[in-house]
């Protein structure tokens, strides 16, 4: 069962703006992480927020956690061509400990 | 760069073929995944393993299966493969230490089978 849905599907921005990506989700969770993906690519591990943290920075990156509305925000700021990629949340929940992705938003940037 | 590595990048090969999708990775994890994922889609576990000799099957049902011999080993291995196999497999593994889950991931084997 899919744990994250992601909004949007599909996003397209030009260079130096802001991309924001949302993400919900279903089940309880003990901690949310960002992946990226290139094309073809396997994912890389963007920054992982707890459940008991609201909001967390790493360099351009800023995630949001609300645990009431079961959802969480990915921003990226001043956009670069390089960040062109997909972006994947996924949520680590249950006594077996797996991670459920979502279905991913293609963010592509503009030069 | 992840210490963590898949072979081939890419397999093209006929219905009824035996093959066997290799991942390796030098970081002493003891949790190793596979996943499935078709293009612009979500990854679907399919395979997971908790150390040597740990094996279990993940939420999204597979014709494959997977040992884990040793640590830094985790191959796949489909015994008839079929188009309804032709997908990208990730793999992955993890430290999983406390609450932290960070999984790395190899590049990726693309199969088509014909």
């Known amino acids: 069962s899919q744990q994250g849905e992601e909004d949007p599907q599909a996003l397209s921005i030009q260079e130096g703006e802001n991309a924001t990506m949302n993400c919900s989700y279903k089940?309880?969770?003990?901690?949310l992480q960002w992946y990226r993906q290139n094309s073809g690519r396997g994912l890389v591990h963007l920054i992982l927020?707890?459940?008991?943290?609201r909001e967390k920075h790493s360099g351009r990156l800023r995630v949001t956690l609300d645990t009431s509305k079961k959802s969480s925000s990915l921003l990226i700021t001043a956009s670069r061509a390089a960040d062109t990629a997909s972006y994947f949340c996924a949520g680590l929940s249950g006594s077996a400990r797996q991670l459920t992705f979502g279905s991913g938003t293609q963010l592509t940037v503009l030069p | 760069e992840a210490d963590i590595y898949q072979t081939p990048r890419y397999l093209v090969i006929g219905t009824g073929k035996k093959i066997t999708l290799e991942c390796s990775q030098t970081m002493g994890h003891d949790k190793m995944y596979w996943y499935q994922q078709d293009p612009g889609m979500e990854l679907h576990l399919i395979h997971y393993s908790y150390g040597v000799n740990s094996t279990e099957k993940g939420d999204l049902s597979s014709e494959s299966t997977v040992s884990r011999i040793r640590t830094e080993h985790f191959p796949l291995t489909l015994e008839s493969a079929r188009p309804s196999h032709t997908s990208q497999y990730l793999c992955?593994?993890?430290?999983?230490?406390?609450?932290?889950?960070?999984?790395?991931f190899g590049p990726g084997t693309r199969l088509t089978v014909l």
């Open positions: 992955a593994s993890s430290a999983d230490r406390g609450d932290n889950n960070e999984q790395f």
């Open positions: 927020i707890r459940s008991n943290e």
């Open positions: 089940t309880s969770i003990n901690n």
